[in-house]
């Protein structure tokens, strides 16, 4: 057993020449289209609680970085009805799979979501599909839908909805965020 760690570790140091690597593979427009998403953002923030009841305003900041120039990371931090949160969001672009994918994680729950989605270039309109416990719902399994609207360079807006036993979404968040100048 210690022989055969010991060649594997030495053909690991073999110099490997340039014409024997692989080509890295290069960011496309989808990952070029997550660039913009990156930047320092202010957010108004609206949270419907219940059906016909006017909707809990908040306030939120976020800061968004490319990492290798396929994943957007952005940080979150707001405050609504006198509670703080915070927020890590990862989205990316998988060519393999002609997919966007991603992950959202807060302070507010033990969920790690895990996304899916698409992108309607027409419209600059990435929807992203999860699923999840609903806390209204006493933790029941549901289908949840987040969309992001780039409306100019400095303008986006996110919002979510939860998808009712009836099949029809419903809206429960929504946010409007301007780049920081």
Known sequence: MKLRTLIASALLLLP?????????PKPVKQHEWLAQLAGEWESTMKCIAEPGKPPIEGKGSEKARMLG??????EGKGE???TAFYNILT??????KKQFTGTWVDSMTSTLWHYNGTLDEATNTLTLESEGPCPMRGGKICKFKEVIVIKDKDTKTFTSHIQGEDGKWTEMMSATSTRKK
């Open 16 to 24: 490997v020449s340039a014409q024997e690597m692989p080509e890295m």
């Open 91 to 96: 989205l990316g672009y998988d060519p393999g």
């Open 69 to 74: 120039g396929f994943w957007v990371v952005s």
């Open 80 to 82: 609504m009805m006198g």
